[in-house]
């Protein structure tokens, strides 16, 4: 298993020597086949294999015998990727619910690298050519793409923000692939900005489980805990289910933080959990402005 090569975030996007690609919202996947092999692991080398079976057809789109391709795979709402739909067939486990999943929320596997072909690395080989290599090789499905690279950065800053994606991935034209590290070579754009916060509490609603939106925090400092909000939107039905499985068990008398609000119907928990939320900014109250469930962040 090779850990894939990873982006830094970046407040402006770079102009010399780079490609840009759209940023996908799904999960980061490397896909390893051979004649006796087809595996799918995360960036945190979790086997997936079994969660994508439509993507068993990987192999037979590549005209080699054997490679390992690094790609992310999307669930598509009105043609654009919802991490809300992609945690709808990552939190699955059951074979039988899986199954029915293929058929309500289809996958696609953009693939936009390759790192090794026939046995031979290609980590040392610039990505420009590793991307003409993959294109060569590649034979598009339905679920299984080659995600297109463009040269210019203005042109598709203002189509990718116009069409609802999450943001743009700058990549150095002549950058190797280093494994695991993340370097200046990829930059990561972001049209929103996304964070991992504390859950401590959740808030009554109308929705499953009496569930209306998660209270958030996070460290302010070393050792100070602050109240920043709460999320309402975001959630499918599934993951409230899931949701409330994992924190009602850490439920407290008090709130964790001292700056938290009273709130009617507010249930408070050990902030030991965290969630990935997306936002438009800080207010100068120190609140969340429009934020989003992505969400549960993996430990």
């Known amino acids: 298993m090779i850990v894939p090569m990873l ?3 970046g407040s402006v996007l770079p102009s010399n020597n780079y490609v840009y690609e759209v940023k996908l919202d799904g999960q980061r996947t490397l896909a390893e086949f051979s004649p006796k092999k087809f595996l799918l692991y995360t960036r945190s080398l979790q086997n997936v294999t079994d969660k994508y079976p439509e ?8 005209k080699a015998k054997s490679a390992t391709l690094d790609g992310e795979i999307v669930a598509l709402k009105d043609g654009i990727p919802s991490f809300e739909l992609m945690q709808q067939r990552m939190n699955l486990q059951d074979q039988r619910a899986i199954q029915t999943a293929v058929y309500k929320v289809p996958v696609i596997y953009y693939v936009f690298d390759i790192v090794e072909l026939d046995g031979k690395s290609l980590l040392k080989k610039p990505l420009v050519e590793r991307k ?29 923000e116009e069409f609802g994606y999450e943001g743009i991935v700058a990549k150095r034209a002549d950058s190797l692939y280093y494994p695991g590290q993340r370097t200046d070579c990829w930059i990561k754009y972001k049209f ?11 808030l009554e609603g109308g929705r499953v489980r009496n569930f209306g939106a998660l209270l958030l925090g996070k460290y302010h400092g070393r050792n100070e805990k602050r109240y920043v909000g709460r999320a309402g939107t975001g959630f499918s039905d599934r993951m409230i289910q899931y949701l409330m499985q994992q924190i009602e068990p850490l439920e407290i008398s008090q709130a964790p933080f001292p700056n938290a609000p009273k709130a009617k119907g507010a249930h408070w928990v050990k902030p030991v959990l965290k969630a990935r939320v997306k936002y438009k900014e800080v207010t100068r109250a120190g609140v969340l402005r429009a934020p989003v469930f992505m969400g549960l962040v993996r430990s």
């Open 7 to 9: 982006a830094k975030v």
């Open 55 to 62: 993507l068993i057809t990987v192999p037979k789109q590549f």
């Open 132 to 160: 003409k290599v993959l294109k060569k090789l590649i034979r598009p499905a339905e679920n299984i793409k080659f995600l297109p690279h463009f040269e210019n950065r203005d042109e598709i800053l203002s189509k990718a």
């Open 192 to 202: 929103q900005k996304e964070e991992e916060f504390l859950i401590c509490g959740w």
